[in-house]
Structures are given as C-alpha cells and as structure tokens.
C-alpha cells in the first residue's frame, strides 16, 4: 500500500468532500480517502497494483476539481 496526498483545487463543501470520497473510494485497491477543505488536499491511501496514482487523479478531475500537485 502506498500513502500520498494531492492537492486540490475547487472543493467548497460537504458536497465535494462526499463527491470525491465515493468516487476515489469506489476505485480498486483504495483502501481510504481522507479530504481536507481547509487544507485543499485529499489523502489516500491505495494500492497501486489495482489504481494508478494517474487514475486516482482522474476520477478527481472527472468530478469536476482540479490536481494541482
């Protein structure tokens, strides 16, 4: 399992954290998805056998935020 935290941009509200949790969360090999307004990050922890980091990026972008690191 490998842990990371990506910052993103465009999340507001409980909406969006609840956006991204189940999107990221319903990936295989995430094992947990923490996000963070205030600090605009969302912490994973996945394994990169099943999700790539590049996919996990993408279903963020596909729920309407942007990864800016």
Not at 13 to 37: F, R
């Amino acid at each position: 399992m490998e842990k990371t935290v990506l910052t993103v941009d465009g999340m507001s509200c409980e909406h969006c954290v609840k956006a991204i949790t189940n999107a990221v969360g319903s990936l295989p090999g995430v094992a947990s998805v923490a996000v963070d307004l205030k600090k605009k990050s969302v912490a994973l922890e996945y394994d990169p056998a099943k999700s790539s980091l590049d996919k996990i990026k993408s279903e963020i972008e596909d729920q309407g935020y942007e990864v800016v690191a």
